[in-house]
């Protein structure tokens, strides 16, 4: 009787460790989904064909796992599109990524304050993004408004939702310091200092064309610089060879 018992624990167990860790399914890709990538997001836009296919797969593998979920704002098709597209773009370049420091996404209808309180008579309501903490914590809040322009201004160097999407790979190695050191190795994170001090220094002292956020902390230098490695990477190849070779390394990609 007791081998019985054991027999069937043992089949249960099997049978939940199979549930638990297949492969979880993808939907199919929408075919009017290439039309709208085409038109709205100049990363995927200067892919190739067969890169364009693997961009679209994993947009839908990150909305199969991410929870997106509208604040007082519906979310529209064109919103999970972009969405997805941001988070997609800095891993694009390490296969089967899975964001485990993420679960959900709050999306709001406008810029909010520190309280995550929103309000047409709130002055102070100056944020676009954040990645949550406390009771925040694996959440990402992210500013409607924001998300459109992101995507509808491609000559600015910024990008809200890929930001805090940055925000979260630099917090990998288990601290947002401004530092990728999961992504670089350990030789490189000397010179990384180095070049983040010079060219934060270059930007508090108005000699800089990398947007004046990235002078405020190194937390904040990472992420801005992606930004505009991202959304101009000619004109940041350009400007910033050394900075371009650097981010190059930690992303591992070229931008086109």
């Known amino acids: ?14 049978c939940y460790a199979f549930y638990v860790m297949k492969p979880k399914k993808v939907g199919k890709v929408p075919k009017h ?36 979920e509208g604040v007082q704002t519906e979310i ?9 597209s941001s988070g997609v ?14 679960s959900g996404i709050l999306v709001y209808p406008d810029s909010f304050n520190a309280d995550l309180q929103f309000s047409d008579r709130d002055e102070n309501k100056r944020i676009l993004g954040m990645v949550g903490t406390g009771r925040f914590e694996n959440q990402m809040i992210l500013s409607k408004k924001a998300i459109r322009l992101a995507f ?16 979260l790979l630099d ?5 947002t310091d401004g530092i990728p050191a ?9 010179p990384w200092l180095a070049l983040m001090h010079k060219e934060m220094e270059a930007i ?18 990472f992420a801005v610089a992606s930004e505009y490695f991202f959304e101009r990477p000619k004109l940041f190849k350009q400007k910033h060879p050394d900075l371009y070779r650097m981010l190059s390394e930690c992303f591992q990609q070229t931008s086109n």
């Open 152 to 167: 509808n201004n491609k000559t600015d160097k910024h990008n809200t939702p890929v930001h805090e999407f940055v925000h």
């Open 76 to 84: 529209e098709e064109l919103d999970r599109i972009l969405i997805a």
């Open 33 to 68: 989904w290439h039309a709208i990538l085409m038109q709205n997001v100049l990363f995927y836009k200067k892919l190739s064909q067969t890169k364009q296919a693997v961009f679209r797969k994993r947009m839908m593998l990150f909305l199969s796992e991410i929870h997106i």
């Open 1 to 14: 009787m007791i081998y019985t018992l054991l027999f069937i624990v043992f089949v249960i167990f099997v």
């Open 182 to 190: 999961f992504f670089i190795g350990k030789e490189y994170i000397a």
């Open 204 to 221: 508090n002292k108005d000699t800089s064309d990398i947007r004046k956020y990235g002078g405020t902390s190194e937390i904040e230098f």
């Open 89 to 102: 773009i800095p891993v694009f370049g390490f296969s089967n990524w899975s964001y485990n420091n993420l």
């Open 171 to 175: 917090k990998m190695d288990g601290e």
